[in-house]
């Protein structure tokens, strides 16, 4: 049963890895897409607090300077911060679930900071620290744990009763959006009781770390925590499959598309991509698309199905 | 009738899925009634040919099904552009953006309270910008990609002809503003769903509002302009347009056309010719007193700005910028530059970016930062004592939050309105006038009752709102709306709410205040039309 366990933690961050990798290769490999974004774009630097935008300006194709990807992170970075950390969309123009989303997203901040610790710990560990990991790696791994664990029961019971009890949002909730969150609650209630009455320091959880980051398998005998473990990898397997893969999608709806601002300027792959997409086969079945004859993007939009014909015009 | 429709009543056999009546709208602001305007019954021939199933309006005007196999014929035909929709070969302008909508939305409503429509209609259900998007989602979770346990993941749809007929009907309902796209905290585009329903009709099933297609960019593509101005036409109604307002503002000028070499070409919305010749002549005034290098362009499709294919057709889109693009290459102008239409410059300043393939990247501009420019630089005298009227500036959607162009437009109006005062909210978080995506165009099967009791009432509020401190017909005020499509819908609803004879309120552009306050031009350039 320990080594089943083992090989279920595994599976679970393999299929978390490779269904987020897969979902950003798929996202990445689309066509250049038509520029359609919404101001205020944080990189266009003193404008964005107003949401300007270099169009401003005459003859603005003369001023405009690409930034680097690097410079163009760092300007859109305070707002993207703000809004993963704080959920600050959320708490301009949905104040109500704020109050039972925000507990939520960030009891899973914690738990991932919580995790990360685990590992560092582990590490630790590993290397042989005397006394298993330093103390503040230990005191934040307890502060945050539990902290964790309490606030993702308490947003998700709000969310649950939000969905429950708002005839606005329940019509929208598919029965996967109660079993998320009941999913969420019971993962958490079941850590929470493991580590009150099983594994108040985290040491079982961090031993159970080292043997996953060792391969070294140390068995666990404790069947609660073997649930707590299962019930876990099952969470962590099953974010990238759902829409909660926002977690990280979200960079690219962001900075990809509301902030993907960039000219056509002097940009020789833009360019070259535009030329493969004008290339691409048309099939709309619609009479003013479908001309015999034409085929492509570039044929079809550089046919004018209705324009008089030279002949006539004579 | 309903208001508090679920996501299945959609595919229900029932006369229509929702109605708005009159008491459930959104109150404005008194003094004075403006309850709203009476829906008419559509006439019975009208539902007869077409589904009229939505509510009380009719805009797409989808033939009714006869036959059983008609029914599934529309099924089908929806089915298979909802597969191409879904294809880098069909879709590559918008896939990344439909498909991450599609799949990352946490239906947590934050967009809700951002659409004007859904307010102004009291919250009706099937304004909240989630319940077509919902409906979409559903359909292709479930019948397109074949979800493993969809009904458990996504919910379900039942899917017949009704749901097909009333989905394209209500992608109709949406002025895609995408001020719910702005507030989502993921970043779903709701009001691009609306856009790629529209799509899969019109390039799928080859459905589409006849003023949008037939009448719109057909017509275009046929004469030149939508508004059937062929080039003789057009080019005769400009130079009436030069001699009457030559005469009246005592200052001489003529519009140049199709002159090589100019340094800008300016491309107008031609309806501001037929319904708004003040906007041309301003312009022209403008561009001649500051000396500019300019031209007008009498080439197809190049003297009319407007890209109806930007609200329902990729294709359309791409075949009207091309041709705006091919007229400026061909007299070699440095640049183009847009005048006052909102959809004409997001269309070929932002979204042509990426479809003007290399040798057609001509430079493009809004006209707002050069009169701007024009304004400040001295050139031209100015006495912003003849614009000391209440003055408020209405953003058109696409210049402002889809474009970033606040500060120009404001800096001119500051400059020459001594009683500007902004609506709230204004810029990139303004509010659609409700004429946005083709509908002020459109004055059939109650699309004017619509836009003025539902569409247009938020802006409406916030119009009376900018006016608070001088309500009523003693004093005379003035909604800047610099772009054509904003003007046509705010015009008509100054007229069904009878605004000029009870509050003064008139509209125009930014260009007409700028020809108002120069003196070299006679005075009262701008009229309130009870004088």
């Not at chain 1, 366990?5 to 950003?24: D, N």
């Not at chain 1, 947003?155 to 999913?183: E, I």
């Not at chain 2, 996501?7 to 929702?18: C, F, G, R, V, Y």
């Not at chain 2, 030149?224 to 109604?237: I, K």
Request: with cysteine.
């Amino acid at each position: 049963m320990s080594t089943l366990i083992y090989v279920v933690a595994y599976l679970s961050i393999i299929v978390f890895l490779a269904a987020a990798i897969k979902k950003i290769i798929d996202y990445k490999k689309k066509p250049i897409h038509v520029r359609w974004e919404l101001y205020p774009v944080p990189h266009e630097g003193e404008r964005a607090a107003y949401g300007g935008s270099c169009l401003e300006d005459v003859d603005w194709w003369q001023k405009y300077k690409k930034l680097s990807a690097t410079k163009e992170l760092m300007m859109d970075l305070p707002v993207m911060i703000q809004e993963i950390l704080f959920l600050k969309a959320v708490w301009e123009h949905n104040r109500r679930l704020w109050y039972v989303t925000y507990p939520f997203h960030l009891g899973l901040y914690l738990m991932i900071s919580f995790i990360g610790l685990l590992f560092l710990g582990a590490i630790f560990q590993l290397a042989g620290y005397s006394g298993g990991s330093p103390a503040i790696i230990i005191a934040l791994t307890n502060l945050l744990g539990p902290m964790s664990f309490i606030l993702v029961i308490c947003g998700a019971t709000g969310l649950l009763h939000r969905r429950l009890n708002d005839s606005g949002l329940r019509k929208y909730s598919s029965s996967s959006h109660f079993f998320n969150l009941g999913l969420f609650i019971f993962t958490m209630a079941i850590s929470f009781l493991t580590w009150l009455f099983l594994d108040p320091g985290f040491t079982m959880a961090r031993t159970f770390m080292a043997g996953l980051i060792s391969f070294g398998l140390t068995p666990v005998s404790s069947p609660l925590f073997l649930f707590q473990v299962l019930l876990a990898s099952l969470v962590i397997a099953y974010i990238p499959l759902t829409h909660m893969s926002h977690l990280f999608m979200k960079y690219f709806l962001y900075h990809d598309i509301r902030w993907g601002d960039a000219v056509n300027i002097n940009s020789p792959e833009t360019d070259a991509k535009i030329g493969v997409v004008l290339n691409y086969p048309v099939s709309w079945a619609a009479s003013h698309i479908d001309i015999q004859g034409k085929t492509t993007w570039a044929e079809v939009a550089t046919f004018n199905p209705v324009a008089e014909p030279e002949t006539a015009k004579e | 009738m309903k208001k508090n429709i679920e996501i299945n009543d959609i595919s229900k056999d029932t006369p229509t899925l929702t109605n708005v009546s009159i008491d459930d709208l959104m109150p404005l602001p008194g003094p004075g009634d403006y309850k709203g305007i009476e829906w008419k019954e559509l006439s019975d021939d009208l539902k007869s040919e077409y589904a009229c199933i939505l509510d009380n309006s009719c805009i797409l005007q989808i033939p009714n099904p006869k036959t059983k196999e008609d029914e599934d014929e529309l099924v089908n035909k929806f089915l298979s552009g909802m597969r191409k929709l879904f294809t880098k070969e069909n879709n590559w302008t918008f896939l990344a953006m439909l498909d991450t909508t599609m799949e990352h939305c946490a239906k947590c409503n934050t967009c809700s309270d951002a659409c004007h429509l859904y307010e102004a209609s009291g919250q009706n259900e099937m304004y909240r910008p989630n319940y077509r998007s919902e409906v979409f989602r559903r359909i292709y979770k479930n019948y397109i990609k074949k979800d493993l346990f969809g009904s458990f993941r996504n919910g379900d749809i039942d899917l017949n002809w009704r749901t097909i007929a009333r989905l394209g009907e209500l992608a109709y309902r949406c002025n895609v503003c995408r001020r719910c796209a702005q507030t989502c905290p993921i970043g779903v585009d709701n009001a691009l769903v609306a856009r790629e329903i529209r799509k899969i009709f019109s390039q799928e099933l080859g459905i589409a509002p006849p003023e949008l297609h037939d009448k719109g960019s057909m017509l275009q593509l046929s004469t030149g302009s939508s508004t059937g101005m062929t080039q003789m036409v057009v080019r005769d109604n400009v130079d009436f347009i030069d001699e009457d307002f030559s005469e009246e503002t005592g200052f001489e000028f003529k519009t140049p056309w199709d002159v090589e070499g100019a340094d800008i070409l300016l491309i107008h919305n031609a309806g501001e010719i037929m319904a708004w010749p003040e906007n041309i002549a301003a312009f022209s005034i403008i561009f001649e007193a500051a000396g500019l290098s300019w031209t007008l362009s009498s080439d197809l499709a190049a003297y009319d700005g407007i890209n109806y294919g930007v609200f329902y057709d990729d294709v359309q889109f791409a075949r009207t910028a091309l041709l705006q693009a091919m007229a400026a290459k061909k007299l070699g102008v440095k640049k183009i530059v847009l005048g006052e239409c909102g959809h004409a410059h997001k269309a070929l300043t932002v979204i042509a970016d990426r479809v003007l393939p290399e040798g057609l990247k001509i430079p493009r501009e809004s006209c707002f930062p050069i009169l701007r420019d024009i304004v400040m630089s001295g050139k031209i005298k100015f006495d912003p004592r003849r614009n000391n009227f209440p003055v408020t500036l209405h953003d058109p959607c696409n210049v402002t939050r889809l474009m970033g162009i606040i500060k120009p437009q404001r800096e001119i109006v500051q400059k020459l309105c001594p009683q500007f005062r902004e609506m709230h909210p204004h810029g990139p978080n303004n509010y659609c006038c409700g004429g946005g995506s083709g509908y002020a165009i459109m004055s059939r099967n109650n699309i004017p009752q619509w836009r003025s009791n539902i569409a247009g009432r938020k802006k409406l509020e916030q119009i009376l709102n900018a006016f608070s401190d001088c309500r009523g017909p003693e004093t005379k005020k003035y909604v800047c709306a610099p772009c054509s499509n904003c003007k046509g819908q705010i015009r008509d609803m100054f007229e069904q709410y009878e605004l000029l004879e009870k509050e003064q309120l008139t509209y125009s552009g930014v260009v007409e205040l700028i020809v108002n306050a120069m003196v070299d031009v006679n005075p009262g350039y701008i009229k309130w039309e009870m004088e």
